[in-house]
């Protein structure tokens, strides 16, 4: 069975700093990777996915995601954060041998100082 | 708006009750699912319909059932609620129901949750 790791649970930045949040997952062939946000009180919203192709993606809000094979990570990153990006993130994989359900992981906080 | 939209928002109840959560979307999707979050913000999936068939059934009470009747509905029902069933549950819909070569599939659409707190 799949599963994803999001080893930081709370993240920290000033606006105008970058960010990177991590992501690891684990499944035996090549999977389908996204990154969500949940705004408090919210749903969530997909920010970008990976299925197959550069394994550079590009989402909404310019934050984009690198799927690197060799270290089974899809990290997201955004090179200048704006207040409104205080939110929680989750990182989630689909996966072809459990009928193509999405497994989260438990989500990263990041809260942004001005 | 096209929209996934769940009724109630928030839900406060007794234990031993019985309570429903509606979900309806308009985006024209083929697959709809219930996921819970739970206080410490884990998702994860309890039922998925795709054209009204159950195609992912987790390992859910049966107090828990869900209902589709039709391709554009999923309800869940809960009997005997109890103090662990507090959580948020987020009802989502899909494109196509995820298979091989469904580019499409897991791009899930979700609705703005339903807060159920058991008392």
């Known amino acids: 069975a799949q599963s994803v790791t999001q080893p930081d649970i709370h993240i920290t930045v000033s606006e105008g700093a970058s960010l990177e949040l991590r992501c690891n997952y684990s499944?035996?062939?090549?999977?389908?990777l996204f990154w969500y946000v949940q705004s408090p009180g919210q749903g969530l919203q997909l920010l970008l996915k990976?299925?197959?192709?550069?394994?550079l993606v590009q989402g909404i809000k310019g934050f984009e995601a690198e799927f690197k094979r060799s270290q089974s990570s899809f990290n997201l990153r955004k090179p200048s954060v704006h207040w409104s990006d205080a939110a929680e993130y989750f990182c989630?994989?689909?996966?072809?041998?459990?009928?193509?359900?999405?497994?989260f992981g438990k989500g990263t906080l990041l809260t942004v100082n001005p | 708006d096209t929209a996934v939209s769940q009724t109630p928002k928030y839900l406060v109840t007794q234990m031993g009750n019985d309570k429903s959560i509606k979900c309806e979307q308009n985006?024209?999707?083929?697959?709809m699912y219930w996921y819970k979050q739970d206080s410490k913000k884990f998702l994860k999936i309890m039922f998925s319909?795709?054209?009204?068939?159950?195609?992912i059934n987790e390992t859910v009470p049966n107090r828990f059932s869900p209902k589709s009747p039709d391709k554009a509905h999923l309800n869940l029902h809960i009997n005997s609620l109890e103090l662990g069933d507090s959580a948020v549950y987020f009802c989502?819909?899909?494109?196509?129901?995820?298979?091989?070569?469904?580019?499409?599939?897991?791009?899930?659409?979700f609705g703005a949750g339903s807060r159920l707190t058991v008392l």
């Open positions: 990976y299925f197959s192709g550069d394994t």
């Open positions: 989630a994989v689909g996966a072809r041998g459990s009928n193509y359900k999405l497994t």
């Open positions: 985006l024209g999707h083929d697959t």
């Open positions: 499944y035996g062939a090549t999977p389908y």
């Open positions: 319909y795709n054209n009204k068939e159950l195609i």
């Open positions: 989502a819909s899909s494109q196509e129901f995820p298979g091989p070569g469904v580019v499409g599939a897991n791009v899930l659409t």
